[in-house]
């Protein structure tokens, strides 16, 4: 069928199921616009390009597929690279196209070029600069295979304006042939059986489940393995909410911010199996040692990963979901009471502390809030003190969904992927909690969520500082604070009215409740501001 190559773009997303596109135009990818006005695929107008890539990553992580975000050549394609590396980070998968300039022009500095491509390099799983328009139907079919197989990732594809024109004979392929691209998904039988008899033969089983479990949709087959065994589990804060916190075999986040249940349980057990978990600094600060005491088994679908950060004594490649399901096969019931018992004894409860008059105390008011909001709630949290507030004070049900930027750490991540879950899951309570530092990284997406009628709820924890930054200055630098304080910001409320955005403030006990009504019981986009002591600690 003959038609124009951005036409075909069009017919190749399609193609693909995809429904919503977030991005944000320019005169290089106008012709791709152009064609996408009568597809009946759903454009979402972001306010910066960089949340086009957040927003289609938190609708990625709820919906397990590829999701899309296109912007401009040059600044536009420039400011995608945040959220690029963002999801390489966390291995989520998006297809990015951007527009480039023609390709008599590409390397002759024009307006608005930019080498995307090459900037981009090392945070992309591949990427694409196509200069062939008959090239485009198996180029977004690599891509989204790409981006969705394996270890999940982003893929780029870059389109110069006069390949966007071009008219071709467009043939959607039916299946990918890559040479060179072949993931293993299955485990290997022996190693299967091996990794199983070292868990029948371990006296304290300890399974640490990382953000794998997710990417490779393992939750259920996780859940069993685990129950069969009885064998404990903890989590990286990636793996957050695949168990709930009233599994009896649930103890917790483990890290310098974890707690000590799942970090004794690290130090104690004799078995360790990481499933999809890439052990990184914040959740094992001391690797070698472990690696002299503990039996390490490893579940990862990327072979880098295995024996990275902390040596495995039985590697195991292979897609999560399939290996574990091998294992369930044959898996056996075992006994581990006593274990079970001692990790019980190192629960703590949770206690919080008393709050300056004007301010409530931070964890208090996530646990408080997350008891009244639905079980399958999806709560996104940002970076810096409210994700480790969020982490440990959040009380997650059966069902619900932890998200954060863990990998690479970034700013402003929750409210533009709260709005990509809550376009994902449209029936689920989907909630953004950040600090008023990060949320002026992206609180011109608030109009987004306005515009397009995404009902997401909102909490800023306000302290006035950068509040992370400021406790490792006050902990690691005699006090000497600098460049932390965020004198001039905002008044959220009057902020959020501007947006036409229903709000209110939390200062005491009422308003508390007052708040905690409003985020569980209106329909509609909210925003709760928690006035948070300027020198709360992150475990406060």
């Given at each position: 069928?003959k038609?124009?190559?951005?036409?075909?773009?069009?017919?190749?997303?399609?193609?693909?199921?995809?429904?919503?596109?977030?991005?944000?135009?320019?005169?290089?990818?106008?012709?791709?616009?152009?064609?996408?006005?009568?597809?009946?695929?759903?454009?979402?107008?972001?306010?910066?390009?960089?949340?086009?890539?957040h927003?289609?990553?938190?609708?990625?992580?709820?919906?397990?597929?590829?999701?899309?975000?296109?912007?401009?050549?040059?600044?536009?394609?420039?400011?995608?690279?945040?959220?690029?590396?963002?999801?390489?980070?966390?291995?989520?998968?998006?297809?990015?196209?951007?527009?480039?300039?023609?390709?008599?022009?590409?390397?002759?500095?024009?307006?608005?070029?930019?080498?995307?491509?090459?900037?981009?390099?090392?945070f992309?799983?591949?990427?694409?600069?196509v200069?062939?328009?008959?090239?485009?139907?198996?180029?977004?079919?690599?891509?989204?295979?790409?981006?969705?197989?394996?270890?999940?990732?982003?893929?780029?594809?870059?389109?110069?304006?006069?390949?966007q024109?071009?008219?071709?004979?467009f043939?959607?392929?039916?299946?990918?042939?890559?040479?060179?691209?072949?993931?293993?998904?299955?485990?290997?039988?022996?190693?299967?059986?091996?990794?199983?008899?070292?868990?029948?033969?371990?006296?304290?089983?300890?399974i640490?489940?990382?953000?794998?479990?997710?990417?490779?949709?393992?939750?259920?087959?996780?859940?069993?393995?685990?129950?069969?065994?009885?064998?404990?589990?903890?989590?990286?804060?990636?793996?957050?909410?695949?168990?709930?916190?009233?599994?009896?075999?649930?103890?917790?986040m483990?890290?310098?911010?974890?707690?000590?249940?799942?970090?004794?349980?690290?130090?104690?057990?004799?078995?360790?199996?990481?499933?999809?978990?890439?052990?990184?600094?914040r959740?094992?600060?001391?690797?070698?040692?472990?690696?002299?005491?503990?039996?390490?088994?490893?579940?990862?679908?990327?072979?880098?990963?295995?024996?990275?950060?902390?040596?495995?004594?039985?590697?195991?490649?292979?897609?999560a979901?399939?290996?574990?399901?091998?294992?369930?096969?044959?898996?056996?019931?075992?006994?581990?009471?006593?274990?079970?018992?001692?990790?019980d004894?190192?629960?703590?409860?949770?206690?919080?502390?008393?709050?300056?008059?004007?301010?409530?105390?931070?964890?208090?008011?996530?646990?408080?809030?997350?008891?009244?909001?639905?079980?399958?709630?999806v709560?996104?949290?940002?970076?810096?003190?409210?994700?480790?507030?969020?982490?440990?004070?959040?009380?997650?049900?059966?069902?619900?969904?932890?998200?954060?930027?863990?990998?690479?750490?970034?700013m402003?991540?929750?409210?533009p992927?709260?709005?990509g879950?809550?376009?994902?899951?449209?029936?689920?309570?989907?909630v953004?909690?950040?600090?008023?530092?990060?949320?002026?990284?992206?609180?011109?997406?608030?109009?987004?969520?306005?515009?397009?009628?995404?009902?997401?709820?909102?909490?800023?924890?306000?302290?006035?500082?950068?509040?992370?930054?400021?406790?490792?200055?006050t902990?690691?630098?005699?006090?000497?604070?600098?460049?932390?304080?965020?004198?001039?910001?905002?008044?959220f409320?009057?902020?959020?009215?501007?947006?036409?955005?229903?709000?209110?403030?939390?200062?005491?006990?009422?308003?508390?409740?007052?708040?905690?009504?409003?985020?569980?019981?209106?329909?509609?986009?909210?925003?709760?501001?928690?006035?948070?002591?300027?020198?709360?600690?992150?475990?406060?």
């Amino acid at each position: 069928m003959k038609m124009k190559a951005c036409e075909a773009m069009v017919e190749c997303l399609k193609a693909e199921g995809v429904k919503t596109v977030y991005g944000y135009p320019g005169a290089a990818i106008c012709p791709f616009y152009d064609a996408l006005m009568d597809s009946g695929i759903r454009h979402v107008l972001v306010r910066h390009e960089a949340n086009a890539g957040h927003e289609a990553s938190g609708m990625a992580r709820i919906t397990g597929k590829p999701a899309v975000c296109v912007v401009t050549s040059g600044p536009g394609a420039v400011n995608l690279i945040t959220a690029i590396a963002t999801a390489y980070a966390d291995s989520i998968p998006i297809v990015c196209i951007t527009g480039q300039v023609n390709t008599e022009q590409i390397g002759s500095d024009v307006f608005q070029e930019a080498d995307i491509t090459g900037a981009a390099e090392p945070f992309v799983k591949h990427s694409y600069l196509v200069k062939d328009p008959n090239d485009i139907p198996r180029v977004f079919k690599e891509a989204f295979y790409i981006a969705g197989s394996g270890r999940p990732g982003p893929v780029l594809i870059d389109m110069p304006m006069d390949v966007q024109r071009a008219e071709i004979d467009f043939v959607y392929p039916k299946s990918v042939e890559i040479r060179g691209y072949k993931p293993t998904v299955k485990g290997n039988a022996f190693q299967v059986k091996r990794v199983m008899s070292a868990l029948v033969k371990a006296k304290k089983p300890l399974i640490c489940i990382g953000g794998g479990v997710f990417a490779s949709n393992a939750q259920e087959e996780v859940v069993k393995l685990a129950h069969i065994m009885n064998i404990p589990v903890i989590t990286t804060m990636m793996g957050i909410s695949v168990f709930s916190d009233d599994d009896p075999l649930f103890f917790g986040m483990l890290g310098m911010y974890g707690v000590k249940s799942a970090n004794t349980a690290v130090n104690e057990c004799d078995v360790l199996f990481l499933v999809g978990a890439r052990v990184g600094d914040r959740a094992v600060r001391t690797p070698l040692s472990l690696e002299k005491t503990t039996k390490i088994l490893h579940i990862d679908i990327d072979p880098a990963e295995i024996g990275k950060n902390i040596g495995a004594d039985l590697p195991l490649v292979g897609d999560a979901k399939n290996v574990l399901a091998q294992l369930c096969e044959i898996a056996k019931p075992m006994e581990h009471t006593e274990w079970i018992a001692q990790l019980d004894s190192y629960r703590q409860k949770r206690e919080f502390g008393k709050a300056k008059e004007g301010t409530v105390v931070p964890r208090e008011f996530i646990d408080k809030l997350s008891r009244s909001l639905p079980d399958d709630t999806v709560v996104v949290a940002d970076v810096g003190q409210n994700q480790i507030w969020t982490a440990t004070g959040y009380h997650i049900g059966r069902g619900g969904r932890f998200m954060t930027s863990g990998g690479m750490g970034t700013m402003g991540y929750s409210l533009p992927a709260a709005i990509g879950a809550k376009m994902a899951a449209p029936d689920r309570t989907v909630v953004a909690i950040c600090g008023d530092g990060s949320l002026q990284m992206s609180m011109m997406e608030l109009a987004t969520a306005v515009q397009h009628g995404v009902n997401v709820k909102v909490v800023v924890m306000t302290n006035g500082r950068l509040g992370m930054v400021r406790e490792l200055q006050t902990n690691g630098y005699n006090g000497r604070e600098t460049a932390v304080f965020l004198d001039g910001s905002p008044d959220f409320i009057k902020l959020a009215d501007a947006y036409g955005i229903k709000s209110c403030r939390v200062t005491d006990e009422k308003s508390e409740q007052e708040a905690i009504e409003l985020l569980s019981g209106y329909d509609g986009i909210a925003l709760v501001e928690v006035m948070v002591d300027e020198n709360a600690a992150t475990l406060a």
